[in-house]
Structure formats: structure tokens, C-alpha cells
């Protein structure tokens, strides 16, 4: 008689949400660092070891930072500077007594930061990187390294993962990830998204449903993942079949990629890292359409000073060469309290955005600006106009104070005899659904706009996007939400303002052919997605989907020829009769 587990287990279908598109199929690799310890080791003991499983730790990152074939250095950097962290150290230690385990003190810790935290998605992001150096601070306390067999095609499972922890996976072939708890913006889907990597997240008890070594089939672009997949739904996919992409022609119109029915659409990347700008080379892409700046800023104990700032933004002027680069001032306050700044707000969470907080601290800010200045003024290309774009702004009296700001520093510099830019244009975000209701005086103060969908979409349906559950709530292509979009960029159109749109919506390939659809036609999307979206605007006939916009958009019902399908359905059954490539 044969046992139980020589039965075949069925197949079982898991929902998630989309981290990074893509299919793959391969094997579960069940990351979990555990660490049993001795309950009879004194406190002083235990100080000791959770401080050498620190200093393994830092030198882990530091093995990463010198590998000359290590990417992404710069989170590498945050991760270090986060476990050499005293004040963090120190809440472990003190967490630490004759009760109370080290990996116990660990995680009471971490209950702690995620309360003081709150859960916006920004900050959501930034203490999944805290989960991951006590992932990886867990797995030096136990000594023990990672092992794979690299013939194997294997789908990392993790409850999180960090960019230091990602680094040991880098000899693995690595085809796929499915996570817990890691959010959009945590720099290890940072990486994940570089590799190129289909992730799927909000899967939550992981091993209740996959065992090590399980059969998996990734679905990014769904956010699905088949555990245990029959062989028909494999044939199905097909993932054996590698996606062709086609190569752009050189002799596009100014670097514009044009659709069949010969429209051009202008794309331009989002950027944290310096790797990001390489993506520059590619003649198809104009510029950068939005530069993050916080990453310099998180986890320094001070203020980066103007030197040190200038620094910064003349490597990436220069990197960038004659293409535009699209600096947004930084995004501080509220869910993105600093070091630096931590001690100045006692309770940062109640909306203390950007241009609330710099309307208090200006001097900050002004410091920021000082360095753009200076750096475009001095960078190879002085004659190129310098953009900065400022986030969070709620009103148009908002936008008035800053425009002040840059004109103080513009005068500065003036009287202290340095050259200034030739041309300076400046922008806004479009994320607070306040601003749709002033447009007409808004656009009368900024050179473009770009609308930030992330926080717009969030704002606008009062919800939690970093929530996997309340983020699948609503969609993306909901025709109250397409008709705001639509309403802003026509708006910006008849005033002569550029406008863009720098969310995930840009990025994913049938949310950007709605918004073709709407009359859009620039776009800011995060590097990885450059091919797939010059594919689909290559493939498609764009005046079709402005006819299916407009009826889905229309509110009298009888030019609603399908009411019964969502948006998404219309788009996607378009996209199938143009026979679209969308990947």
C-alpha cells in the first residue's frame, strides 16, 4: 500500500497581485531564515552574538558593494547604512533580557517600526527593507549560507526580500519570485524589476500552499501562480517560447516611436539609480520624465550639503548627456520622514506632504534647488533647460510659494556672480485630486505636469495600494477614474502645457493603450517596460482605441455599444482584434 505523501498533490491556484509582468515556470526555493537559540545564555551573551551576526552581516554588503558584477549598489549602500544603524542596534539590545531570545527582540522591534511607520505605501516599502536586514541578520545568526543547484530553474519564495539578500541569488538561475509581504516600491522588486524578473506579491502564509521544490507556474502579468500545474495548463503558456522583441528603427520622428497608423508617442524613463540611465542609449527614449531624488537622503544622520547634492545631479546631467532630465524635488514629510528629519515631527503620518512641509522648512528645500542650479550651470550641457517638478502640490497657492522659492535662489546666485540656466521650467505632480478642481488657475503656473497615478489612484478611491487586498479593489481602468485623467490632459492641452503621466499605469502595456486611447502621448515608465510598451505602440492603430475610448467614456447609454464589459475587457478584446503585442 502506498503512503500518503507518494500521492500527487492537486493543483491549486493562488491570486496575488502583479509586482512585475512576465510568465515563468520553474521550482519553489522556500527562503526562510530561522535561528533556534539557547534560552540559558545571559543577556550579555546574546548582545554579543546579535552584534557579530550584525557585523556579518554589514561585511556581506560590503562583498556586494566591491563585486564588480553587483548592480544596484546604491541600495546595497541603504542596506549597510540601515544595520550599522546605532539607534536600531540599540532597540534590539534593549529588547534583549534573561527572557527574550534575540530573534524575539528582533521582531518586537520590528511590531515597533511598523506601528511608527503606519502603512502608506512609501514608508510601507521602506520597512520592508528593516524586514529584510533582520531576514538577513537571522540567517548570520545561524551561520548558514544559501544553496541552490543552479541547472534548476527556481522561483524564489520569500516573505520579503531585501537587495542584499537578492545579491545571493545572483550565480542561480533565478526565473521568477513570489513574496509576502514586499511592496512596489521596496528596492528588492527595485532589482527584481532590473533582472527583468516576473514577481508576484500579497501571497500571504506561503507555505500553507507551496512546498519546497513544488512545480510552479508565475503569472506576473495576472499576479497569478499555479502550484502544482497541470500539464495542460503549462501548454496553455507556453513559457517555453521566449517573447521576440522587435528593434525600434533609428528613423523614428525625433526619437519618437510611431504607431501603424503613423501617430508618434514620446517615452521617457523613471529613475532612482544610475544603472537606470543606461537606458538612455536607446534612441527611442527622450529623456528622464522623472528623477527621484530620496534615495541620497534616507538614511543620512545629516542634511546633505549643497556640494555633495550638485555632485549628484551634475553626474546625472552629464550621464544624460543632450537628453532632458526631469528632477522632482524631494517628496519629504508625511510617510517619508528621514533621519535627518525624524526628530523634528513628533506625528509625521497626518499628511505633512512636500509643499505643506516645505512652506514650514523652506530653507531645505532651498538648499536642494541651490544644487540643481548650480549643477546645470556647470554640467556639459549648460544650454539645456533645467526641470524641476515638484510633487504632493494640493493647491495652486502651493505652487505659487515654490515658484518664489526657485526665483530667491535664481536672484542668489545671480548676486553672488555664478551662472545660472538659460532656461528654467518648472513642473508639478498632479497626485492630489484637489488640484483637478483649480486646473484652470493651476495650469497657468507650470511649464508641464505630469500626473503621478500611484498616489492619484489611491487618493481618489480612498484606498491602501500597498494592501494586496483593498490595491485589487478597484481597477486602474475604471471609467470614474479614466474620466479624470481624461479631463486633466485635455485641460493641460488647452492651455499649451506638456503633460505626462509617470505612474505604473504608464508602464503596463494595456493601462497605456487606455490612455493612448484618451489622447496621451507622453509617457514616463520604469525602464524594464521600455521594450514592451514601444511593442504595443508599434503594433497598434491608435485612432481605434480613441473610438473605443470614447464610447466607454460616454455617458449616454446608447452609444455604449458593450456595457456589458468593463473597460479592460473592451481594451483587451481590441487589443486581441489588432492582434496588439502587449509583451
Given at each position: 500500500?502506498?503512503?500518503?505523501?507518494?500521492?500527487?498533490?492537486?493543483?491549486?491556484?493562488?491570486?496575488?497581485?502583479?509586482?512585475?509582468?512576465?510568465?515563468?515556470?520553474?521550482?519553489?526555493?522556500?527562503?526562510?531564515?530561522?535561528?533556534?537559540?539557547?534560552?540559558?545564555?545571559?543577556?550579555?551573551?546574546?548582545?554579543?552574538?546579535?552584534?557579530?551576526?550584525?557585523?556579518?552581516?554589514?561585511?556581506?554588503?560590503?562583498?556586494?558593494?566591491?563585486?564588480?558584477?553587483?548592480?544596484?549598489?546604491?541600495?546595497?549602500?541603504?542596506?549597510?547604512?540601515?544595520?550599522?544603524?546605532?539607534?536600531?542596534?540599540?532597540?534590539?539590545?534593549?529588547?534583549?533580557?534573561?527572557?527574550?531570545?534575540?530573534?524575539?527582540?528582533?521582531?518586537?522591534?520590528?511590531?515597533?517600526?511598523?506601528?511608527?511607520?503606519?502603512?502608506?505605501s512609501f514608508?510601507?516599502?521602506?520597512?520592508?527593507?528593516?524586514?529584510?536586514?533582520?531576514?538577513?541578520?537571522?540567517?548570520?545568526?545561524?551561520?548558514?549560507?544559501?544553496?541552490?543547484?543552479?541547472?534548476?530553474?527556481?522561483?524564489?519564495?520569500?516573505?520579503?526580500i531585501?537587495?542584499?539578500?537578492?545579491?545571493?541569488?545572483?550565480?542561480?538561475?533565478?526565473?521568477?519570485?513570489?513574496?509576502?509581504?514586499?511592496?512596489?516600491?521596496?528596492?528588492?522588486?527595485?532589482?527584481?524589476?532590473?533582472?527583468?524578473?516576473?514577481?508576484?506579491g500579497?501571497?500571504?502564509?506561503?507555505?500553507?500552499?507551496?512546498?519546497?521544490?513544488?512545480?510552479?507556474?508565475?503569472?506576473?502579468?495576472?499576479?497569478?501562480i499555479?502550484?502544482?500545474?497541470?500539464?495542460?495548463?503549462?501548454?496553455?503558456?507556453?513559457?517555453?517560447?521566449?517573447?521576440?522583441?522587435?528593434?525600434?528603427?533609428?528613423?523614428?520622428?525625433?526619437?519618437?516611436?510611431?504607431?501603424?497608423?503613423?501617430?508618434?508617442?514620446?517615452?521617457f524613463?523613471n529613475?532612482?539609480?544610475?544603472?537606470?540611465?543606461?537606458c538612455?542609449?536607446?534612441?527611442?527614449?527622450?529623456?528622464?520624465?522623472?528623477?527621484?531624488?530620496?534615495?541620497?537622503?534616507?538614511?543620512?544622520?545629516r542634511?546633505?550639503?549643497?556640494?555633495?547634492?550638485?555632485?549628484l545631479?551634475?553626474?546625472?546631467?552629464?550621464?544624460?548627456k543632450?537628453?532632458?532630465?526631469?528632477?522632482?524635488?524631494?517628496?519629504?514629510?508625511?510617510d517619508k520622514t528621514?533621519?535627518s528629519?525624524?526628530?523634528?515631527?513628533?506625528?509625521?503620518?497626518?499628511?505633512?506632504?512636500?509643499?505643506?512641509?516645505?512652506?514650514?522648512?523652506?530653507?531645505?528645500?532651498?538648499?536642494?534647488?541651490?544644487?540643481?542650479?548650480?549643477?546645470?550651470?556647470?554640467?556639459?550641457?549648460?544650454?539645456?533647460?533645467?526641470?524641476?517638478?515638484?510633487?504632493?502640490?494640493?493647491?495652486?497657492?502651493?505652487?505659487?510659494?515654490?515658484?518664489?522659492?526657485?526665483?530667491?535662489?535664481?536672484?542668489?546666485?545671480?548676486?553672488?556672480?555664478?551662472?545660472i540656466?538659460?532656461?528654467?521650467?518648472?513642473g508639478?505632480?498632479?497626485?492630489?485630486?484637489?488640484?483637478?478642481?483649480?486646473?484652470?488657475?493651476?495650469?497657468?503656473?507650470?511649464?508641464?505636469?505630469?500626473?503621478?497615478?500611484?498616489?492619484?489612484f489611491?487618493?481618489?478611491?480612498?484606498?491602501?495600494?500597498?494592501?494586496?487586498?483593498?490595491?485589487?479593489?478597484?481597477?486602474?481602468?475604471?471609467?470614474?477614474?479614466?474620466?479624470?485623467?481624461?479631463?486633466?490632459?485635455?485641460?493641460?492641452?488647452?492651455?499649451?502645457?506638456?503633460?505626462?503621466?509617470?505612474?505604473?499605469?504608464?508602464?503596463?502595456?494595456?493601462?497605456?493603450?487606455?490612455?493612448?486611447?484618451?489622447?496621451?502621448?507622453?509617457?514616463?515608465?520604469?525602464?524594464?517596460?521600455?521594450?514592451?510598451?514601444?511593442?504595443?505602440?508599434?503594433?497598434?492603430?491608435?485612432?481605434?482605441?480613441?473610438?473605443?475610448?470614447?464610447?466607454?467614456?460616454?455617458?449616454?447609454?446608447?452609444?455604449?455599444?458593450?456595457?456589458?464589459?468593463?473597460?479592460?475587457?473592451?481594451?483587451?478584446?481590441?487589443?486581441?482584434?489588432?492582434?496588439?503585442?502587449?509583451?
Amino acid at each position: 500500500m502506498k503512503s500518503a505523501t507518494s500521492f500527487n498533490q492537486p493543483q491549486i491556484t493562488i491570486e496575488g497581485m502583479s509586482l512585475n509582468l512576465g510568465i515563468a515556470h520553474g521550482h519553489a526555493y522556500m527562503y526562510d531564515p530561522e535561528y533556534a537559540e539557547d534560552f540559558h545564555l545571559s543577556v550579555e551573551q546574546k548582545v554579543k552574538i546579535f552584534l557579530q551576526a550584525v557585523h556579518r552581516a554589514v561585511e556581506l554588503c560590503e562583498n556586494n558593494i566591491e563585486n564588480d558584477r553587483s548592480k544596484n549598489k546604491e541600495l546595497i549602500f541603504v542596506q549597510k547604512a540601515l544595520l550599522q544603524d546605532l539607534s536600531w542596534q540599540q532597540r534590539v539590545i534593549n529588547k534583549i533580557d534573561d527572557k527574550v531570545i534575540i530573534t524575539h527582540a528582533l521582531d518586537k522591534v520590528l511590531e515597533d517600526i511598523d506601528i511608527a511607520f503606519g502603512g502608506d505605501s512609501f514608508w510601507h516599502a521602506r520597512f520592508q527593507e528593516v524586514r529584510g536586514i533582520t531576514q538577513l541578520v537571522r540567517q548570520c545568526l545561524e551561520g548558514k549560507d544559501v544553496y541552490f543547484d543552479n541547472t534548476k530553474p527556481i522561483v524564489l519564495c520569500a516573505k520579503t526580500i531585501s537587495p542584499v539578500e537578492m545579491m545571493q541569488f545572483d550565480h542561480a538561475n533565478l526565473v521568477a519570485m513570489i513574496v509576502e509581504d514586499n511592496s512596489f516600491l521596496s528596492h528588492g522588486m527595485i532589482i527584481a524589476r532590473s533582472k527583468g524578473i516576473p514577481v508576484v506579491g500579497g501571497v500571504i502564509e506561503l507555505k500553507k500552499f507551496i512546498n519546497n521544490q513544488d512545480e510552479l507556474l508565475v503569472d506576473g502579468d495576472l499576479g497569478r501562480i499555479y502550484v502544482r500545474p497541470l500539464s495542460t495548463v503549462i501548454a496553455n503558456y507556453d513559457t517555453s517560447k521566449k517573447p521576440q522583441f522587435s528593434k525600434p528603427s533609428d528613423s523614428t520622428n525625433n526619437g519618437a516611436v510611431i504607431s501603424r497608423d503613423g501617430t508618434p508617442v514620446h517615452l521617457f524613463i523613471n529613475a532612482n539609480l544610475s544603472e537606470d540611465l543606461e537606458c538612455l542609449e536607446r534612441s527611442t527614449i527622450k529623456g528622464v520624465g522623472l528623477y527621484r531624488t530620496e534615495i541620497p537622503f534616507m538614511m543620512s544622520e545629516r542634511w546633505p550639503d549643497v556640494e555633495t547634492q550638485t555632485r549628484l545631479y551634475l553626474q546625472v546631467m552629464n550621464k544624460a548627456k543632450e537628453k532632458s532630465v526631469v528632477f522632482r524635488a524631494l517628496d519629504v514629510g508625511g510617510d517619508k520622514t528621514f533621519q535627518s528629519l525624524h526628530k523634528s515631527f513628533k506625528n509625521p503620518q497626518k499628511g505633512w506632504r512636500n509643499s505643506r512641509f516645505t512652506m514650514q522648512r523652506p530653507s531645505l528645500i532651498r538648499l536642494q534647488l541651490r544644487a540643481m542650479i548650480r549643477a546645470r550651470a556647470s554640467c556639459d550641457y549648460p544650454d539645456l533647460p533645467l526641470h524641476i517638478m515638484f510633487p504632493m502640490i494640493s493647491e495652486a497657492q502651493e505652487m505659487r510659494f515654490v515658484r518664489t522659492l526657485i526665483q530667491k535662489e535664481l536672484d542668489r546666485e545671480k548676486n553672488l556672480g555664478h551662472k545660472i540656466p538659460q532656461t528654467i521650467r518648472i513642473g508639478a505632480m498632479i497626485e492630489v485630486p484637489s488640484v483637478v478642481f483649480q486646473l484652470n488657475q493651476f495650469l497657468d503656473l507650470v511649464d508641464f505636469i505630469s500626473i503621478g497615478s500611484n498616489d492619484l489612484f489611491q487618493f481618489f478611491f480612498a484606498i491602501d495600494r500597498a494592501d494586496a487586498v483593498m490595491s485589487k479593489r478597484y481597477d486602474l481602468l475604471s471609467k470614474a477614474f479614466m474620466q479624470m485623467l481624461k479631463t486633466i490632459i485635455d485641460s493641460a492641452k488647452a492651455k499649451n502645457v506638456s503633460v505626462s503621466l509617470c505612474g505604473e499605469m504608464a508602464s503596463r502595456p494595456i493601462e497605456a493603450m487606455a490612455l493612448l486611447g484618451i489622447g496621451l502621448r507622453h509617457f514616463s515608465i520604469n525602464p524594464n517596460s521600455v521594450e514592451a510598451i514601444e511593442n504595443m505602440v508599434q503594433s497598434l492603430d491608435i485612432w481605434s482605441v480613441q473610438d473605443c475610448m470614447t464610447d466607454c467614456l460616454s455617458d449616454n447609454p446608447f452609444a455604449y455599444k458593450a456595457a456589458h464589459l468593463s473597460i479592460r475587457e473592451r481594451v483587451m478584446e481590441l487589443a486581441q482584434i489588432q492582434q496588439t503585442q502587449l509583451s
